[in-house]
């Protein structure tokens, strides 16, 4: 059964169509990414489905509930979580405070005075699993603004599997990172998604990792959907060779 489905999504900026029809199916449990060049509608989709914009026609449902138009807070609550292209945290604050406010902004009863204690120590606990599952343990206490980027580009993964998500977004995840370090945050994402419990879309634009990382594939041009399919597939479509992979395969 689908997770995320979209049907005819659209989205125009006056004369400008960003996304154009998409129509996408994610299972459950499913890795699937989403490539095309600059421009050619990726974060725009994203902003859509997590409720950033709100689409200019089509159908949004995540569960099988429509989410489309609704507020990113209601979104996210429903179990559908995100990272950015440009890393969000509290640089000043520990990355074990960052992932611990990313967990309480999802558990009942959080920012309420009373039962505060418990509200709080289940927070910390799931802030810290979400660490330990990223590999950032031996960071937790360093003032986020001062990890490596590599660091700071997976506590924000971490941030985000803190809300314990039934769907995660990943928006360039390796974006601005050095070789070394995409090499290791590929390898921890790859283990963190072997058991299928999570369903992942990604943003990437990196090709090693989007077919280290993702089963399926939808190609993106111009807000269209190009290709969708498997990488062998995908890697042997002309037209998305001729508009993005420049004879990768």
Same mark, same amino acid.
């Given at each position: ?73 209601r979104i996210c609550k429903l ?88 769907? $995660? &977004?990943? %928006?360039?995840?390796?974006?601005? *990172?050095? +070789? @070394?370090?995409?090499?290791?945050? #590929?390898?921890? /994402? =790859?283990? $963190? &998604?072997? %058991?299928?419990?999570?369903?992942? *879309?990604? +943003? @990437?634009?990196?090709?090693?990792? #989007?077919?280290? /990382? =993702? ?18 597939? #995908? ?6 060779q001729a508009a993005y992979l420049?004879?990768?395969?």
């Open positions: 059964m689908a997770l995320l489905e979209l049907d005819g999504l659209t989205k125009r900026y006056g004369g400008i169509t960003a996304v154009n029809g998409v129509t996408m199916r994610v299972e459950a449990g499913e890795v699937r990414a989403v490539i095309g060049p600059n421009g050619a509608g990726k974060t725009s989709l994203f902003h859509l489905i997590t409720g950033v914009v709100r689409p200019t026609a089509g159908s949004i449902r995540f569960d099988g509930r429509e989410v489309a138009g609704e507020t990113s807070y179990g559908l979580s995100r990272t950015f292209q440009l890393t969000a945290l509290f640089p000043e604050m520990s990355a074990r405070e960052n992932a611990r406010l990313s967990a309480q902004s999802h558990l009942p009863r959080s920012w309420q005075p009373w039962g505060g204690r418990s509200v709080f120590a289940e927070a910390s606990r799931r802030g810290d699993e979400a660490l330990e599952r990223l590999g950032l343990t031996h960071v937790a206490g360093r003032p986020a603004g001062l990890l490596s980027h590599g660091d700071q580009r997976l506590l924000e993964v971490a941030m985000a599997l803190a809300q314990r998500p039934r769907a $995660l &977004l990943l %928006d360039e995840p390796t974006q601005g *990172l050095s +070789v @070394e370090e995409t090499l290791s945050a #590929v390898e921890t /994402l =790859a283990g $963190l &998604l072997t %058991d299928g419990s999570l369903t992942v *879309l990604l +943003v @990437e634009h990196d090709m090693e990792v #989007v077919f280290r /990382l =993702a089963k399926k594939i939808t190609v993106l041009h111009r807000g269209t959907v190009i290709a969708d399919g498997d990488p062998e597939s #995908v890697k042997a479509n002309e037209e998305v420049g004879g990768y395969a």
